[in-house]
């Protein structure tokens, strides 16, 4: 007799919350790595996903105000990811995505989103989300 849980893939989920900026990238960077390589991601896989998420996290931490955090979920398998990174930015990060990084980032992921929302005077800035589903060895065409 099978298990079915012996079938099912395993899912590691995570969420991060690290200072907006560049230390806070390289943390970020390692922990989503770090859970790929938990969810049973090959080792080339993990390195990928943690370069997807270290350019969008790069492209946010680049734009944040200054007390701003970067908050990060993972839902992680082997197979596929889904993620969701946040900021508060002081400009529109729609501008920035012809740079080489967002090419990157658009090549190797599916429906990446980038939702910018009304300036916050609290925060000082526009609280900003991107998702984006990623499969290894998937590119968008």
Known sequence: ?????ALRPTTETVSVRVPARRIGVTMLRTTVESTALVADAADDDAAELGLIV??????????ATEDSTLDCTLSCTGHAARVRLTATIRSDLHKDRHAVGWQIVDALTRDTRVIRSSFDPARHGY???????WQPGACAA
């Open 127 to 133: 609280p900003t989300e991107v998702d984006f589903d």
């Open 54 to 63: 270290e350019e969008v996290a790069r492209g946010l931490v680049d734009a």
């Open 1 to 5: 007799m099978t298990s079915t849980q």
